[in-house]
């Protein structure tokens, strides 16, 4: 995935805090504070991956294309379309035969 995991902060944070608790904690407490910090944010980034995981499955059963399809497409659709003369069927600016009937004149928009 190319991203450390959340159980990667979590097991060393409490490595780090757990060794300087062992040694010194008087004197390794900075340790001992980032080892705990650490093992919160492995828990909290745990957790949210969890989250974002279950969430992606609940998304991509709902809506299987949301990410083929631009929101803003629809207001282009408009701005890139011309009209065939022979049956009506908006065709892209740039298409030189209605893919429709094949017909060459459009009216433009
Ligand atoms: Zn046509």
Redo the contacts with the bound molecule.
């Keep these: 995935m190319g991203r450390i995991h959340g159980s990667a902060y979590l097991i060393i944070g409490f490595f780090v805090s757990f060794i300087s608790w062992i040694f010194d904690l008087r004197k390794l407490i900075v340790f001992f504070v980032v080892g705990l910090i650490m093992a919160l944010y492995g828990g909290a980034r745990m957790g949210f991956d969890i989250y974002e995981y279950y969430h992606e499955r609940k998304n991509k059963k709902n809506q299987p294309m949301q990410q083929q399809t631009h929101p803003q497409q629809h207001s282009q659709v408009r701005s890139t379309t011309k009209h065939?003369?022979?049956?009506?069927?908006p065709?892209h600016l740039v298409s030189k035969f209605?893919?429709?009937?094949?017909?060459t004149n459009f009216h433009m928009m």
């Design positions: 065939c003369k022979s049956c009506g069927t065709n209605c893919h429709q009937c094949g017909h």
